[in-house]
């Protein structure tokens, strides 16, 4: 059973900045890449940014791009978003997930190209 984890959410004012991460365990799985989604309340789940482990390209939603930075320091295992300049429209629950689809357009965040799911972390940015 594969599991991923994200930590790392909380309250922040806007201007302000948060670090998630994400760890996965369990049985071994080859993931081709992970990325980052969030949901706000009576929204859809949309794609944040992404990272494909092979290249160790990065993608980034338009609304993130310059503000947010996705990394990881042992791929396929770890993965952070490092988040700033927060804006309250940045609240949401964010989840991490892994793909292990080899040819998946990172770009296009489709949620239906990513395999696991973690339960998801809190972000609130007050104004």
């Known amino acids: 059973q594969v599991q991923l984890v994200e930590s790392g959410g909380g309250l922040v004012q806007a201007g302000g900045s948060l670090r998630l991460s994400c760890l996965a365990s369990g049985r071994t799985f080859s993931s081709y890449g992970m990325g980052w989604f969030r949901q706000a309340p009576g929204k859809e789940r949309e794609f944040v940014a992404a990272?494909?482990?092979?290249?160790?390209?990065?993608y980034y939603a338009d609304s993130v791009k310059g503000r947010f930075t996705i990394s990881s320091d042992n791929p396929k295992i770890t993965m952070y978003l490092q988040m700033n300049s927060l804006k309250p429209e940045d609240t949401a629950v964010y989840y991490c997930a892994a793909s292990t689809s080899s040819g998946i357009d990172y770009l296009a965040g489709r949620p239906n190209d990513y395999d696991y799911w973690g339960q998801g972390t809190q972000v609130t940015v007050s104004s």
């Open positions: 990272i494909r482990w092979s290249s160790r390209r990065t």
